[in-house]
């Protein structure tokens, strides 16, 4: 899977529309100050393939996900997979359920409603669940120096 676009709005530190376009780029570094909104790119892309993010795994909402004055939230990647261009796009209201939508190729993969169709659809195709997800292709904040440096051998291949 090749991330080609990125759309976040109203998304932890991104309150105004950002578009982030990763087409030309076939490697590429996120750098910039603390809090300059690194960690919520990782966090919107990893929202929007699962749903949710290693910085709240643990929370039952997702309002927490809202920036600060905002009152909802729209996340969608555009990516490319076996020469096939995908976008998933998860947008909030609060207090409101989740809109889910994938689309392949400009067209709804999942026609039915139920988001649980539209997850199972998204997880199929991506062929890897959300563990797998933030254990091999990103690896969350904390757990690099764990894997660097781990306190017993055992561990880091736990964490693979």
């Known amino acids: ?22 087409s030309e780029l076939s490697l590429f570094a996120i750098t910039g100050p603390t809090g300059a909104g690194k960690s919520s790119i990782i966090d919107a ?4 393939l699962y749903g949710k993010s290693p910085r709240f795994e643990k ?20 990516f490319s997979l076996n020469n096939t261009i995908y ?13 889910i939508s994938v689309k392949k190729g400009g067209k709804e993969l999942v026609t039915e409603e139920r988001n ?16 797998t997800f933030t254990k091999v292709i990103m690896l969350p904040q904390g757990e690099f120096a764990r894997f660097i440096k781990p306190d017993k051998p055992k561990e880091r291949r736990d964490i693979i």
Do not use: C, H, W
Not at 4 to 18: A, D, V
């Open 1 to 22: 899977m090749k991330p080609l676009y990125l759309e976040i709005e109203g998304f932890l530190s991104y309150k105004e529309k950002t578009d982030i376009d990763f």
């Open 59 to 78: 929370e039952r909402s997702n309002d927490q996900y809202i920036s600060k004055g905002k009152d909802y939230f729209k996340v969608a990647l555009t």
């Open 87 to 99: 976008k998933v796009e998860r947008a909030l209201k609060s207090g409101r359920n989740m809109v």
């Open 116 to 131: 649980k169709a539209k997850e199972e659809a998204l997880q199929k195709l991506l062929g890897m669940d959300y563990e």
């Open 45 to 48: 892309i990893t929202f929007a």
